[in-house]
């Protein structure tokens, strides 16, 4: 029995012996590995140093104190971890290991002099914890030599081969100082921060509980300080590993999208200024965010940056390629929907509010807007810029990069490309008589061009007008009793190129207490080279175009009534007396016109008609009697009328 104890005293002995022995080892090895990390570093030309590594086998746990790492090159950023702790760390292979557990306490980065404004930042992270963790046990070098763009995808690179079920940050906060600088200084603050399901650089979800900002600047010798809160924000459907490719110069051709994020959406935000501005957004809301990496090119963006010697102004050449080079980066970018909803700014002149501002599929738009002006407040449910491109708006503007040099016409109607068309609906505007004047539609859209012009335009305008009494051009409205004008205008013109035909209909004016007329033309023989801002060419191909049938109608609401008080104001006559009048001098004049054209008496006739009973529509109709050039016919009609008049059949009607 004896015998038998002290074997298992021996064997106890033995076995703690092996344990310490084998627990200090692998404490060595930690060591080693932490060791070798920061060897690594230090090779690159950077400072490394660590406390305390400890590592316990039971729990299977490391600890690595009081890490501080400087970077090498000309980097001036240095990074310090009061603690690192990993529990169940193992092995998965030669080059990767796990933990279920990774918390870092005491984060602290500092950035030197960021940019062209050398600003100042830090960032500081209280505590971080990663569950289910699993990466690279270790990282490759870094690019000697690299560009900022080669720095940020490497990182990006090393954040895709790192797993995790959850990231979560209690609280992140972010200072930074420009110093006397236009950036001023001030202090961004994150809390409940957390990410979920990181794995091979796709992120299922990541939120923020609030953030808060506060930032001090100077303006015109006056300082300000601006303080805001944003609430609930979320970010859903992550792919880092579309902007690692989108950043990726062996991608460069590329043309296909790659989405980055899905959804995007925050709550409330709120910002206020000491000078006594008050903004407010009530969310935002942004779907499918692609980049492509063929134009997604930010290297070349940087390259086209002016140097950082601010003491001479960039030449002519250099602002225009930097802004080709920014054109061909947003069209590597595509957005599928923005939605900011519920603005509103509070100033000492007022309160302007607006429902939403929009973006989707090209259209821009804000609707809901409600703001004070000289003469009350100004409602407008909806302003649309249809098909609109940032793109080409930067592209137009590159043209305009040589100052002193007057832009030439093909700059100017390159404005076309920019976009395809204006909507403006639901406008009421006080007038200073405390009339209002409103506006239901007003739609203007082209398309078509042909080099930069468009051959195919469409005017829809709708809206009511209040009548100014002291205005002298509306003085006979105004003395007629008419207080407000209703006018509805409808414009469409289009070009068609197989048959060389183009048309003016429908061209409809209704001005609604008056009159409503409208004109049908069609001219023949249009040359695709009358398209052009080179008036000689213009002239040369119009000599090709002939004329077309001409219809013109004109229904009487008023405005018949309104000639005749007024020639009855003028001439001190009965309103009877006036008309007949009117009508008498009208077939005088046809009595002239028929000597010539016999078939102008009709028109004569059905005009005089018009005029005599009110109520009445006239129509005229020109048929060409054969081929009309359209320049001699309007050279005729600037010296001889009447011989113009008789290159058509004319018909002419009236009828209540």
Known sequence: MKRI??????????????????????QHRATAEVEAAFEQIRKQGGKASHGKVAFDLMSRTVTVDDIVVTPGGESQAQIKIAGIKGTGVRLVDENRFSADSIDLAGLELALGEIGPAKVKGSYRVPQLTMRDYAGPLHTPNVPAGASPIEMYRYALEQYASVTASSVAIPTLTFAFDGGSAAAGSGEFSYSGLAIQNL????????????????????????????????????????????????????????DSYHRIYGQISTGPYVATSTLGIRMQVDGISIDEIALQPSKFRIADVLAALPASDRSSLPTPAQSRELMEKLAALYEGIRVGRIEIGGLSMTTPQGTPRLRSIKYREGEFAIEGLDAPGPNGQVKMERFALKSFSVANLLHWAAGFTNPGQPPSPDQILALFRVLEGVEIKGVVTPYKNSKL????????????????????????????APIDPTNPTQMPLAAAGIDKLAIDLDLGAAWTESSGAFALAPATIDL?????????????????????????????????????AIELSLRDSGVVDLIVAQFSRMQNLSRDAARSAIVAMIRAQGEKIAAANLDARVAVDALAGFVATSGQTLTIKLTPLGKVPVLQLMDALNHEPIVALAQFRIEASTGL
């Not at 104890?5 to 692998?26: C, D, K, M, Q, R």
Request: glycine letters at 10%.
């Open 437 to 464: 004047g409103t506006i239901d539609t007003l739609s203007l859209n082209w398309g078509q061009l042909v080099g930069s012009i468009p051959s195919k335009a469409s005017l829809i305008a709708k809206m009511v």
């Open 199 to 254: 794995k091979q650089g796709r992120i299922g979800a990541m939120k923020a509980d609030r953030a808060n900002f506060t930032i001090n600047v100077q303006q015109a010798s006056r300082a300000d300080k601006l303080t805001g809160e944003l609430s609930t924000i979320a970010v859903n459907d992550i792919d880092v590993t579309a902007l690692t490719t989108a950043l990726d110069p062996q991608k460069a051709g590329d």
């Open 512 to 548: 609604g207490n008056l009159a409503r007329a409208q004109a049908r033309l069609a001219l023949a023989n249009v040359p695709r080279g009358l398209f052009t801002t080179d008036p000689v060419q213009a002239m040369r191909q119009a000599e090709q175009i002939e004329t077309g």
């Open 5 to 26: 104890l002290i074997g298992l005293v021996v064997a106890a002995v033995l076995a703690a012996g092996g344990w310490f022995g084998f627990n200090l080892y692998v």
